[in-house]
C-alpha cells in the first residue's frame, strides 16, 4: 500500500514539537482557568512587544469561525452588516456563523481573493445615494483576510486606501489573519505585523495553521476606541473561552519567544515556492499568482489523476476546458522529503 | 513566599500524561481536518462499545458552554425552550449563549441542584392548562447535568421519572456531563454509562474536567430518532469544530482504551472524600451533601481567613449567620501530598 | 341564545369613532409610506407638546410585543439582559419575543406586579460582587410597566428611586405604556405624562389599549443621548415599520388633539370603579388593589359560574382554597349599560 | 401651488371604502382578540373557497416583512439558507429581517427579477458536489416573488420548473404575494390563484398594496405537510400578531366576499397599461418589459425634469448612458382624472 502524502491543509499535522514540549513541562502546574494566568498574560506581553504596541489588547480564542463571527458580532449594532469579498471565508465556508448573530454579509465581487479600494469606495458612495438606504442593511465593518483565501496580499497602500475608506464611511476593518504569518514572511509582501496593526481596528494571529496545536490572538491595537469590558463575556457566550486558558497562552508565549511563529511561515513558504517552481517549470499554469503557503496549480485530468495517486491535494475549482484549478498547501511540518517526491513527480508529469 | 496549594476547579492542570505522551506519538501524523481522521473514528467506536450501542452517533467538540448551545439550538424549534434548574450551568455561568440562539430558559426551582419530577410533571401540567400557553414559550426540552452543579446525583428512577415526563409532554431529555465521571463512579451513583445513555436524547462525557487538554463527546445513543445530517454543520456555525479534529479523537481514545476516563474521576472523587471526612471530624457542616469531587464546607470566617492562606478554592455562597460557603474541588491530578497538606490544616482550625 | 357581555380585555372593540372618521376624511389623500407623511410629523409635534419636550423623538409602531423586543434589541449590547419582574409582560406573554433577539430576561420577584426599588439595587450590588460575574448575563437595561400586568403603579418616588438605580449602574430605564393611559388618569397615579418621560430613556404611549385600532407612540425624551440614526431601520427589520404609515399618525393625532387620549382612559377606570365597588359591596375580595381599568376579584366557583353566564371575562389564576383569581377589564368602549347589568349580577350573588 | 401627484408606490392611498365602511358597521362588536374571532374564521373559509381547498391553513399577518421573515424562520432549521434572485425584496429591502433570525439569504442572478429554473437546478447540483459542502448554509427552501419586484411574472411551466428542482433537492417553495393579485390578473399570466396553491408549500395574499389599510394571508396549500401547531406563537414571537386580530379579518372579508381583491388589481393594472401605451406611443424605452402595476420606462434628464414637476414616481436606477430608469406605480386607487394628466405630460414630453 502506497502511503498518500498529504498537501492538503496546513492543518494536517500536529504541533511544533517545542509546544509539545512546553505542554509536557508546564502540565502540573496550577493555574486559574479561562485566560486569567501567567502563560497568558506572558504572550500577551510578547506580542504587544513585538507590535510595539504597550496598551494593545490581546484575546486568545480556540478557532476561526468563532473567532470572526465573535469580532463581527463584537462590532455590529443590528442593522449594520459586515463587507467581505464573495470568496471571504465568512461568506462561504463558517456555515452561516456570521449569519447566526444576526448580521448580513455584504459581498463585493472578489479580484483574486481581494477587494479594490476603488470598487470598495464607490459601493459606499452608491449605498449612501440610495434613497431607500434605511430599508437596507448598513455597512458597518470591513473584513479582510491577509493572506487571502487565494493565497494572495494586499499592498500596504491598497490597505491604506480599503482604511480611509472604513474612515470615511465610519466601517471599522478587521482583518483575519488565520494565515497572516504566511502573508507577512511573503517575498511579495511590503507589510510588517505593525503595519498591520497601524491599519485596522482589530486583527488576529492564526496559530491553528501555522504550527500551534490551535488557537488564534485577537489584537486590538487601539483599545482605547472601543469599550472591551465585556469582550470576555462576550467569547464566552460565543464558545470560545479555553477553561484550561493556560493551554492558549503557553502556545502563543513559545511562538513569540523567539520568533518561532514567523520562522514557521517562511518555512511553509519556502516549500510552497519549490512547488510552484516546478510546476512552472513544467509550464503548468497557475489560477492565480500566490507566493504564500498556497499554490493553484491547474492541472489536466491526466495530471489530475497521475499525481493524486502518491499525493493528496484540494480540488478547488473544475474549470470550463475540462482542466481543474487545484491546491497545495504546505506548513511548518512540510519536509523537504515529501516534497522532493512531489517535485519527483511533477517532472514526470 | 508560600505557593497556594489549589483546589479551586477540576481544570487547573494541563492533561493526563498519557495523552500528552499520545499527542508526541502522533505528531507528525498527516490527517484530515475537522474530525474526518482515524483517531476520532477509533474514539467513536471505543465510546460505542462502553455504551453497548454500536449504532450511537458520537460527536466531539472543544467546551461544554459550545456544547450546551449547539445541542439546545439542535433540539429546539424557534418558539421553544428548555427547561433547567435556576442553577443550571445553561442558566447562569454561560454568558447567556442559550439566549444568544434564541431560546429562552425555563427555570423550575432546584433540590440541591436538582429538578424535582413531581415539580416537572406539574410545571407541564400547569403550562398546557393556562389558556394562554401559545403566547407563551413551549417546553421543548430538559437539561439537567450528572454530576450537578452542586455535585449531587439523580438516582435511577429520578432520572426514569424525568424521562416519563419528557415522553409524556414530547420534550427532549438532555444531560450535560461535564463531570459525568465523578457522577459515575460515586458511591453514591445508582447507573452506569449504559444506563445514562437508555434514559435521554443526548447527553455529553465531559472531557475537559476529567484529565483531557479539552474536549466534550456529544452521544446520541439513538441517533435514528433525530435527522444528524447537518449536526456538524451546526457545530461548525456554532464554532464548535476543531480544524485539527484528531486532537479530540486522540484524547478520547486514551480516556477509554483501557478505562482512563473512570480512573481519572475515581481518583478525584477518592481525594475529595478525605476532604470530606477532614471537615467531618470537626464537625464542619457542608452546604449540601456530595459524594463527588465538589464538596461545599461552610467555613466560619475565621477558619476561611485561615485556610485561604495556604489553599485556594471557590467562595460558593455567603450565608445570613456570616459564615461562608465554599467550594473544594479535586481532580485527576490532585496529589496525596496536596490532599495530606489540606488534612492536616482543617485539622488545625 | 343569551349574548355574552365581554369584559375580557380592553382590545375586543374596534376603535374610537372619531378614528373611523378620520380614516375616511384622510382616505384619498396621497402620502409617502414608511411614516414619512403629514399626519405622523403632526402627530409627533402633538406628543412632544403634551410631554413640553420640543426635542423629543418619536416612533410609531403597530403592537406592542413588536415595540418591546425592538426596543429591548436596540438598548442592549450582545452580552446584556434585561431586567423584569416574573410578571412582566416580556417574560411571559411575548412567546419569548426578547430572546429571539438574542437577549436574556433577569427575573426580580414582582410585589403586585412591581419591582422593588431596593431589591433591584441589592440585585445590582450582588451581581458585580459575584467574582465570576464575568461569566454571567450583564444587566443593561430595566423594564418596567406603567400600569403594571396587575393594574397596579408605581410611585413616583419609587420610579425615580429605580432610576437612580440605574443611573448608578448604567442600565437604561425603559417604561411598557400598553396601559400608560389607565395608569396615569388613576386616583391613585401622582405621576403625570411629563413625570414619565423625565424618569426614563423611553417609554410607549399605548394605542391599542386605549381606543386606537392599533399603534404604539415610542418616546425617547433625549434623543441626544443615543444614537437613533438607524432606529428606523431597526424597525423596519422587526417588521414592526407600517407601509401606510400614516395611519399610526392620524390615529395618534386624533388621540392627541383634544385630550382624547385621557378621555378614553378615565372612561375605562370609571367603568373599572363602579366594578369595583360592586363587588366590595358584596364583601368579595381580591387578588390585588388595582385603581385602573383591570379588576381581579376572587369568586368562589359558584359565583365564577353564576356570572360566566352571562358575562366573559378572563380567568387569571386558581388559588389554593378553591376558589379563582379572574379579571374584567374595562376600556373606552365599555357602556354604562354593560356596567349596570355587570353590578346588578354581582348584586345578585 | 401645484399638487403633485404620485404614482411611486401602491399604498399611499387609505383603503378599498368598502373596507372602512365595514370597520364602521362592526365597530362596536366585541370579539376576542388575536385572530379568534368570527371575522377571522370567515375571511378563513371565502380564501379556502377561492383556492378550492377546504384543508388549507390560512393565517393573517400585518405586513410584508414580518410575514417573510415569520415563513423563512419557519421553514429553515438553522444550517439552511433560503435561495432567492438577488433583487429579491428579502434580500435588499428588508433591513436584514432574514438574517437577524439567524438565516443566510443565498443569492442567484435575477433575470428580469426572476430565477431562473435550469441556473436553480445547476446550482443545487454543484452545491452537492462540493466536497466541503458540509461547512456551508445548506439551501433549503427558495423564495419567489408573483408578480416580481420589478413587476414580472413567471410562467406556470417555469415555476412548474422551479417546483420539480425544490421536490429534487427536498427545498421549501414559498411566494411573496405582495403583488399577487396585480400578477394573477395580468395579461400576461397564465396562473390562477388555485395554480399558485398547487405549486408552493406557502404563499401569501398581499392586502397592503391591494386595497386593504394593511394585512397578508399566508395560505400554507397542503397543511398536512407541516406541523403548524405552533406556527401562531412563532407570529407572535417575530411581533406580527395583531391584538384586535378581527381587524385583518374583516378586511379580507371584504376583499374575497365578491372578488373585489381580482377587481383592485384590474383596476391598477388597466390603468397601468394606460402609462405603458402613452409612454411607447412616443418612443419611450423601458427597463423591463412589464405587464402588472409597475411600468419602468427610461427617461432623459430633461425628460424625467419635466415630468416631475407634476409627478412623483419612483427614480429606480441610473443608467451608464445618463438616461434614468424610473418606476411608476398604479393602485386600486389611481383614478381617471390622473393618468389622464400624466397621458397628457407624457404626450407633450
Redesign the interface.
Known amino acids: 500500500m502506497i502511503t498518500i ?2 498537501f ?2 496546513d ?5 511544533h ?1 517545542e509546544i ?1 514540549a512546553r ?2 513541562l ?9 485566560g486569567v494566568d501567567v502563560h497568558t498574560e506572558h504572550a500577551k506581553e510578547l506580542i504587544r512587544g513585538v507590535l510595539s504596541r504597550p496598551s494593545a489588547e490581546v484575546f486568545f480564542m ?5 473567532t470572526n ?2 469580532l463581527i ?2 462590532f455590529l ?5 459586515v463587507i467581505s469579498v464573495s470568496s471571504g471565508h465568512i461568506n ?6 456570521v ?7 455584504l459581498t463585493l465581487p472578489g479580484h483574486d481573493g481581494l477587494i479594490d479600494p476603488d470598487e470598495l469606495r464607490e459601493y459606499m458612495r452608491a449605498f449612501y445615494s440610495d ?2 438606504y ?5 455597512p458597518g465593518m470591513v473584513y479582510v483576510s491577509y493572506s487571502s483565501e487565494l493565497g494572495t496580499l494586499y499592498s500596504r497602500s491598497q490597505l491604506a486606501d480599503i482604511k480611509a475608506v472604513c474612515d470615511e464611511y465610519n466601517l471599522r476593518l478587521f482583518i483575519d489573519g488565520a494565515r497572516l504569518g504566511a502573508g507577512l514572511v511573503s517575498d511579495a509582501s511590503d507589510m510588517t505585523i505593525t503595519d498591520i496593526a497601524g491599519l485596522c481596528d482589530a486583527f488576529y494571529i492564526g496559530g ?2 501555522n504550527g500551534a ?2 488557537g488564534e490572538a485577537v489584537v486590538f491595537p487601539q483599545p482605547e476606541k472601543f469599550n472591551l469590558k ?1 469582550f ?3 467569547i ?9 486558558g493556560r ?1 492558549l497562552g503557553l502556545q502563543f508565549e513559545v511562538l513569540f519567544e523567539d520568533g518561532l511563529y514567523f520562522e514557521n511561515a517562511r518555512h511553509a513558504n519556502i516549500q510552497a515556492m519549490k512547488i510552484r517552481a516546478a510546476f512552472q517549470e513544467k509550464n503548468i499554469p497557475f489560477l492565480i499568482e500566490s507566493f504564500t503557503n498556497q499554490q493553484f496549480p491547474i492541472l489536466t485530468n491526466e495530471q489530475h489523476k497521475k499525481l493524486s495517486q502518491k499525493f493528496s491535494y484540494e ?1 478547488w475549482q473544475p474549470l470550463e476546458d475540462g482542466k481543474i484549478a487545484v491546491r497545495f498547501c504546505t506548513s511548518w ?1 512540510t519536509t523537504d522529503e515529501n516534497i522532493n517526491q512531489l517535485i519527483q513527480e511533477i517532472k514526470n508529469l
Do not use: W
Not at 492543518?11 to 504541533?15: D, I, K, M, P, S
Not at 449594532?77 to 452588516?81: A, F, I, L, R, V
Open positions: 502524502i498529504r492538503e491543509t492543518y494536517q499535522e500536529g504541533a514539537p509539545l505542554l509536557s508546564t502540565n502540573y502546574e496550577q493555574t486559574s482557568g479561562y480556540v478557532g476561526g469561525t468563532q463571527a465573535t458580532k463584537y449594532s443590528p442593522c449594520e452588516g462561504v465556508h463558517e456555515s452561516g456563523a449569519e447566526a448573530t444576526g448580521h448580513k454579509v434613497p431607500t434605511d430599508h437596507m442593511v448598513q491553528t495553521k496545536l490551535f465585556t470576555r463575556t462576550l464566552k457566550q460565543q464558545g470560545g473561552l479555553l477553561a484550561k493551554l480540488t511540518a
